[in-house]
């Protein structure tokens, strides 16, 4: 008689089995996957498993080790990455972004250019939020150009954030004066939100994997925004990506980071300028 915690996990996943996706996911995307995670990546995987009509989580791994990593590596990562996130989270940095940092770029000149990156973007909350306030911003100054990239690792998540559509729900936290750039729509049968043509096309979404070798921007960017997303990487990590940030920015470039992230002993090319916001010096 097959008992509860069998019922529960039809797929048998050995520790040893856990820490080689582990590692090849740490590898690949410099994501630690620490040992109580075991529970979220069974759960996560086991739609691969069920997709490729596998028995066992041996048979996924040996998969990964043979010639389905490049075609599964994508779906590996869309599945255990997590996507938590909201509109305007950590309001304090979007404040900071009108009051100080847009009106200092903007009277620069007659006909101001502002290059945004928002690094982690998911689903595409916090880019549509930074786009509120620029386009809020462009009604007092309508020749700037300002321009938004959205970047992550999670094709699905950047999907979502190209359509642009959302729950009607989410709108619960988008201050009432930047409803005005959102549109009802019905679809599957419910309401929900659109964002207009406006913010839609001030933002670019790429796929992006923070650590490879070459990232494919060319130009500075004057402000980026990479927010509880090195929580999932180690200091070693930690520290060459900011250092990579610091280059890819210009002089006086500002950063925003997580609540809960620091770039004590992690890098000294930015000083801070309040709660997880930072500006280049060097």
Request: aromatic share 10%; hydrophobic share 40%; with cysteine.
């Amino acid at each position: 008689m097959m008992n509860q915690a069998t019922r529960d996990k039809p797929f048998a996943f050995s520790v040893e089995e856990f820490r080689f996706i582990a590692q090849l996911v740490y590898r690949e995307t410099g994501i630690v996957l620490a040992d109580h995670k075991k529970d979220m990546v069974y759960s996560r995987l086991t739609r691969r498993l069920r997709e490729y009509r596998m028995g066992s989580f041996a048979e996924y791994c040996n998969f990964l080790r043979g010639d389905g990593l490049k075609d599964e590596l994508l779906h590996l990562v869309n599945a255990i990455t997590t996507n938590l996130t909201s509109f305007f989270r950590e309001g304090h940095h979007f404040e900071h972004l009108e009051k100080e940092v847009l009106p200092a770029l903007l009277s620069a000149g007659a006909a101001p250019r502002v290059r945004i990156w928002s690094a982690g973007c998911s689903q595409g909350s916090e880019p549509y939020s930074i786009a509120m306030v620029c386009a809020t911003m462009l009604e007092k100054h309508p020749r700037a150009d300002i321009k938004i990239l959205a970047t992550d690792i999670d094709t699905n998540m950047l999907a979502r954030g190209r359509s642009g559509e959302y729950r009607n729900e989410d709108m619960k936290s988008i201050p009432q004066r930047f409803h005005k750039f959102l549109q009802t729509k019905r679809r599957e049968g419910e309401q929900g939100i659109t964002m207009a043509p406006i913010l839609r096309n001030m933002i670019t979404f790429n796929q992006l994997n923070l650590l490879q070798e070459h990232w494919p921007m060319k130009g500075q960017f004057d402000i980026i925004f990479c927010r509880n997303v090195v929580i999932y990487f180690d200091k070693e990590t930690q520290k060459v990506l900011f250092d990579r940030y610091a280059n890819q920015s210009k002089a006086g470039a500002w950063l925003y980071i997580g609540h809960s992230e620091s770039l004590f002993n992690v890098c000294d090319r930015y000083k801070l300028h309040g709660k997880t916001i930072y500006k280049k010096v060097s």
